[in-house]
């Protein structure tokens, strides 16, 4: 039984490890091509029109959850479990039932955003080009069902090579559709046309392999009102947790869209997505996560789940401080290099946003796992929370703050998600959070940006060998306080990579 029990966590840690792996390295590059989608669009538009763009983008994503309704997460759970115990049938129905609500959604969805274009354009976005844009979002969500499926196939199948490769295909398809729309004088329809695009090709080159992997052809529609009803059902908490993170991520935009100029839109928009981007490590650590966190959930191996959880809490902040703390400090720096000096106004709302990065990271682990559980009405009750708090102090804040005001909103709710998130994980599974280990990760964190700062008033360089001397010397201070601190443990590191070879 020891020798079968050792067998087993080092299959599970392998294919985590393997997992995050891949997918963390193609997150990585997809993040990158989508930054610098960003880039192009933000110097070929300008903070007005680039601001247009993106609230049109935002209004219309905020209402996806009206079609998605929570059906991507649930797919993926349930592909994990038919297949632990071989009911590929009910895969084929699980995929079928989903692919067919999310289409009547979608019809639904579009037709009222068809009928109010003109009026939204006019009311709201205050510019006659929003109606024309309104249309080409519709196309490109009616059409984004193929793909979103596409992924919640690999993705219970744990294929994550695949899975993750979608949304580099994608982001890469859209540069380089913008760049050739820019090119022909398409303006500010460029990137929308983009979008509308993409989704047709994403379907041809990746739907061979999902027929493969599910057998779809093959298998036989079964129980298809039982087993919809099911995957819908635990749809619905997470159809309420994705409106109340849509609240959290959107609605600044959509504030500060109806109180403020575009131009501050525009700058938000290149601010936010830079503090966010550092999601990805969280959203690739999630993905594989989830699937793993269910199989073992659906076998009651309770033990093995609590160790990685707590394996995850303990290196998560060590592993993201020099990231978020090197961008912080550099942040008027960074925004005049890559967009533009146009936008360097928005340097302060990014440090903040940094911060909320931070602690959405590990807070977007704990929800994966509560979810895996078979509890998404948790993390719905948690996010709804968060949102409901976001949306208040937005418009508190917005009005007079703007966009440093969006800022301080988001961040607030991140960390509320944390909090709350943190303590449930440790009532369900158990686990003894390092919460001694915390405040002394706080302070290494506090010498590392101090040691940035420091170095930065002291070193007469240009930016770009500032950057590197003294990002080189505070995370050599960092690290040498971390074993100072004892905040890394070696023969725990040993043990692990053991167990991994």
Same mark, same amino acid.
């Given at each position: ?97 989903? !692919? ?138 997470? !159809? ?262």
């Amino acid at each position: 039984k020891s020798v079968k029990a050792i067998s087993i966590i080092m299959n599970y840690t392998k294919k985590a490890v393997s997992g995050t792996s891949i997918t963390l390295l193609m997150s990585v590059l997809a993040a990158g091509i989508a930054y610098l989608t960003r880039i192009v669009l933000a110097r070929n538009l300008g903070p007005a029109d680039y601001g247009l763009f993106s609230s049109v983008l935002t209004f219309i994503f905020f209402f996806l959850f009206f079609r998605d309704l929570g059906l991507d997460s649930s797919l993926i759970k349930h592909i994990a479990e038919f297949r632990a115990h071989n009911q590929f049938n009910h895969i084929k129905t699980a995929i079928s039932g989903g !692919f067919l609500f999310q289409f009547v959604s979608s019809l639904v969805f579009s037709a009222v955003f068809l009928l109010l274009s003109s009026f939204l354009a006019e009311n709201y976005f205050k510019d006659s080009r929003a109606s024309t844009l309104i249309i080409l979002v519709v196309v490109y969500v009616v059409f984004s069902i193929c793909f979103t499926l596409l992924k919640g196939i690999f993705s219970g199948f744990q294929k994550m090579f695949l899975f993750s490769s979608v949304e580099f295909t994608k982001n890469l398809i859209v540069l380089v559709c913008a760049f050739i729309f820019f090119k022909f004088g398409f303006g500010i329809y460029a990137p929308m046309l983009a979008y509308v695009v993409v989704c047709p090709l994403l379907f041809c080159i990746y739907a061979p392999f999902a027929s493969k992997l599910s057998g779809f052809f093959s298998n036989k529609i079964t129980d298809f009102k039982l087993v919809s009803k099911r995957v819908v059902l635990f749809g619905i908490p997470l !159809f309420a947790t994705s409106f109340a993170g849509t609240i959290i991520g959107y609605t600044d935009t959509l504030i500060l869209t109806y109180f403020r100029p575009l131009a501050e839109v525009g700058i938000y928009n290149v601010v936010l997505p830079s503090a966010l981007m550092i999601l990805f490590i969280g959203r690739a650590v999630s993905s594989t996560t989830f699937p793993i966190s269910s199989e073992l959930w659906s076998r009651k191996d309770y033990r093995r789940l609590s160790a990685g959880v707590s394996l995850l809490h303990k290196y998560s902040f060590v592993c993201f401080i020099p990231i978020i703390f090197t961008v912080f400090a550099f942040s008027k720096f960074f925004i005049i290099t890559f967009f533009g000096a146009e936008y360097q106004t928005g340097s302060l709302a990014l440090q903040i946003l940094l911060i909320g990065a931070l602690f959405f990271i590990v807070a977007m682990v704990n929800n994966t796992v509560i979810s895996a559980m078979g509890q998404p009405k948790i993390v719905a009750k948690i996010t709804i929370l968060a949102a409901a708090v976001n949306l208040s102090t937005n418009m508190l804040f917005i009005p007079s703050l703007g966009i440093n005001g969006a800022a301080i909103t988001t961040t607030l709710s991140y960390g509320l998600v944390l909090i709350l998130t943190t303590v449930k994980i440790q009532r369900v599974l158990k686990i003894r959070f390092p919460l001694k280990e915390w405040p002394k990760q706080i302070f290494a964190a506090l010498l590392f940006i101090s040691t940035i700062f420091t170095a930065k008033y002291f070193l007469p360089f240009s930016p770009w060998y500032e950057l590197f001397i003294s990002v080189f010397i505070a995370i050599t201070v960092y690290l040498t306080s971390l074993f100072i601190f004892k905040i890394i443990d070696l023969q725990e590191i040993k043990y692990y990579w053991r167990l991994l070879h």
